[in-house]
């Protein structure tokens, strides 16, 4: 992706959902979201103070954790 990214999220139960950006080190960069969650919602992540590289961004809820790994390239 170049700067920007749309993430979208489908619960189809109400639960608590925190979405988290990762570098390749394993440290977080951006924490876009933390709170409940119900149906399916789209979420913007700018990336323009972050440099070219591999990220991950991690999806979690009570029942399941789901990580994709993304390429910012510029």
Avoid: C
Avoid at 9 to 34: C, H, S
């Amino acid at each position: 992706f170049n700067e920007s990214l749309t993430i979208q999220i489908t619960n189809p139960e109400a639960e608590m959902t925190q979405v988290l950006v990762f570098d390749f080190m394993g440290r977080a960069v951006a924490d876009l979201f933390n709170d409940t969650l119900k149906g399916t919602h789209s979420l913007q992540w700018n990336a323009a103070e972050l440099p070219s590289g591999t990220y991950f961004v991690r999806v979690s809820t009570a029942s399941k954790t789901v990580t994709q790994s993304i390429i910012l390239a510029r």
